[in-house]
């Protein structure tokens, strides 16, 4: 009888060492793809704030005295980049905020001049900055996404026991700043 406790014993504590390395992994695989999924709107912020340097030389070609539109747009580039690079979540949110205003007026500025309008350059910049809001919008929906399992399994029993040895957090949710939930509209 005795040996049959033991074995019992043994395959619960086996069972238990199972369950916990199961719940520590799958913890700290939540945890990687929340990062990396953080990591995918890092990657549209750059390509956005690559494109701008394009847009605005297209753009200032035609209309050299608009000076401090450019001065504008060109710092709102380089805060969007060292917050993709380094940011917290809502750095990253108040730096692609500045940076559509920027846009916004750039693209305002363009509206005056009919021959830029219809400049290819100009046209296939537009394209592909469309694009990047269209990815960026879905970065943002993926990190909300993997933000949410990771968030639901840290406050639920029996996870909840595993995320402090697993060093994972709840994280924050990507929330576009106030007035910004939509892209910034521009008419032609």
């Known amino acids: ?50 494109l701008v340097p394009n847009l605005v030389n297209t753009v200032k070609g035609y209309a050299a005295h608009e000076k401090s539109v450019f001065e504008a747009v060109t710092a709102a580039r380089a805060n969007a980049t060292s917050a993709a690079k380094s940011g917290s979540v809502e750095d990253k949110a108040q730096a692609q905020q500045a940076l559509d205003k920027a846009i916004v007026n750039v693209l305002a500025v363009a509206e005056n001049y009919p021959d830029l309008k219809a400049s290819t350059n100009f046209l296939q910049l537009q394209q592909q900055l469309t694009d990047t809001e269209n990815q960026l919008a879905f970065a943002r929906q993926y990190y909300n996404d993997a933000v949410s399992t990771l968030n639901q399994k840290v406050v639920t029993i029996p996870w909840m026991f595993f995320a402090g040895p697993a060093g994972v957090h709840k994280r924050d949710f990507y929330q576009a700043p106030e007035g910004q939930q939509a892209p910034p509209q521009v008419q032609f």
């Open 1 to 50: 009888m005795t040996a049959i406790v033991i074995i019992v014993i043994v395959v619960v504590v086996i069972a238990l060492v199972a369950f916990g390395i199961s719940g520590f992994n799958s913890l700290r695989k939540l945890d990687v793809k929340a990062q990396e999924a953080l990591g995918g709107i890092d990657v549209q912020l750059t390509r956005r704030a690559d």
